[in-house]
T-cell receptor, first 112, second 117 residues
Framework: EPEVTQTPSHQVTQMGQEVILRCVPI?????FYWYRQILGQKVEFLVS????????KSEIFDDQFSVERPDGSNFTLKIRSTKLEDSAMYFC??????????FGEGSRLTVL | AQSVTQLGSHVSVSEGALVLLRCNYS??????LFWYVQYPNQGLQLLLK??????LVKGINGFEAEFKKSETSFHLTKPSAHMSDAAEYFC???????????????FGQGTILTVHP
């Protein structure tokens, strides 16, 4: 069964460092998303991506964040200078047209 | 704007008992509603979805949910709980039938279901 894969599963970084979270969406999917879940809080939408550009982004997705689909398979989330409050589980998701949204298992980011 | 409220952050049931997880939503337009389940160390898996067709929606693993517009509710039920149902359950709403909006979900805070023997 096709699945969305995310790496790394857990990353620990120092405040101020750059972090790149990687996702491999399902191969024929067209829409790509990043969500995050701070411990004890709701899963929150960060950004959606379609046709090689950002479609929509939340207030959380400020200039410290960027997304990229550098090739035909990877979808990355970059945090340029991490803050303590960026510590969270980050979920990548993808879908095809109006179909089901498939989530990856998440990347846990810990900022020290 | 839309929002989702899940009543009860923890629900505990006995094996074989009815499972009822509550979800209320608010939406300025007809919503699309979803229930996701998350098992430990796994991603979010779609249980079922309501997309303006039948109001009673059946999903995987014996779960179902009923869309009640008058009550703005989309409660999740299962007649008989199994130990393997222990997980965290999330209700979510989205707007829009297509495009990126369909996948832009607003989640509730989650309900942890515990099933005891």
């Amino acid at each position: 069964e096709p699945e969305v894969t995310q790496t790394p599963s857990h990353q620990v970084t120092q405040m101020g460092q750059e972090v790149i979270l990687r996702c491999v969406p399902i191969s024929n999917h067209l829409y790509f998303y990043w969500y995050r879940q701070i411990l004890g809080q709701k899963v929150e939408f960060l950004v959606s991506f379609y046709n090689n550009e950002i479609s929509e982004k939340s207030e959380i997705f400020d200039d410290q964040f960027s997304v990229e689909r550098p090739d035909g398979s990877n979808f990355t989330l970059k945090i340029r200078s991490t803050k303590l409050e960026d510590s969270a589980m980050y979920f990548c998701a993808s879908r095809y047209l109006t179909g089901e949204l498939f989530f990856g298992e998440g990347s846990r980011l810990t900022v020290l | 704007a839309q929002s989702v409220t899940q009543l009860g952050s923890h629900v505990s049931v006995s094996e074989g008992a009815l499972v009822l997880l509550r979800c209320n939503y608010s939406s300025s337009v007809p919503p699309y509603l979803f229930w996701y389940v998350q098992y430990p160390n796994q991603g979010l898996q779609l249980l079922l979805k309501y997309t303006s067709a039948a109001t009673l929606v059946k999903g995987i693993n014996g779960f179902e949910a009923e869309f009640k517009k008058s009550e703005t509710s989309f409660h999740l039920t299962k007649p008989s709980a199994h130990m393997s149902d222990a997980a965290e359950y999330f209700c979510a709403v989205s707007l829009g039938a297509g495009g990126t909006s369909y996948g832009k979900l607003t989640f509730g805070q989650g309900t942890i279901l515990t099933v005891h023997p």
